[in-house]
């Protein structure tokens, strides 16, 4: 015969089991339901209200330079939100179908950090990266292209770091370094070398 008091001890055991995995169940399916309608989506402009132009640089892959090109945005944002709609457009334009620097479809830029008045941290997913045409001068054409939008709308940025995922990343497809902060000035100087005369 067993015990009274390990029947009941296992009587309160099988329950707390059976209670836990009630409520992981439970965790699991509300974490699924959250994830889901926490994936980002591309920002487009909206159907109605006002947008402005902005100028960006387009990086061109057939003729390896950049070039001015105007993008919609809407207006009367807030600096940050004004450095995301840019970044997001931008990356719209490379995600078309005959982008003239095709970046992947799942390519996104995840969010943009104001952290001080001069410095913008910008956070794209793995997928950015990973889609990303390997080589030196596509990398950097990427880069610059990024940057110099950023800088060249958004007032006093002068300062860019990249994330990949909310991490520092080492390359952006195995050459162009992303452990640093770039300065504006000197990407500048790059956009003027790689820029049609």
Wanted: a negative charge.
């Amino acid at each position: 015969m067993i015990p009274r008091n390990l029947a009941v001890t296992v009587a309160v055991l099988c329950s707390l089991t059976l209670g836990m995995s009630l409520y992981l169940w439970q965790i699991r399916t509300r974490e699924a339901t959250n994830s889901r309608a926490l994936v980002p989506q591309h920002v487009a402009a909206p159907a109605s209200g006002t947008t402005e132009k902005v100028k960006v640089l387009l990086a061109h892959d057939e003729t390896d330079d950049l070039r001015p090109e105007s993008i919609s945005i809407p207006s009367g944002s807030n600096r940050q939100q004004r450095a995301e709609e840019i970044l997001r457009q931008l990356l719209n334009v490379y995600q078309q179908k005959d982008a003239p620097h095709p970046l992947t479809a799942a390519a996104e830029i995840r969010n943009v950090y104001l952290v001080d008045p001069n410095t913008a941290v910008i956070d794209v997913n793995s997928a950015f990266v990973d889609g990303q045409t390997s080589g030196i001068l596509a990398e950097e054409l990427t880069l610059i292209s990024i940057v110099q939008s950023l800088a060249a709308n958004v007032p006093n940025v002068t300062r860019v770091k990249l994330l990949v995922d909310g991490k520092e990343r080492e390359t952006l497809a195995g050459h162009v370094d992303l452990s640093g902060v770039y300065d504006v000035g000197e990407i500048s100087q790059l956009a003027n070398q790689l820029s049609p005369q």
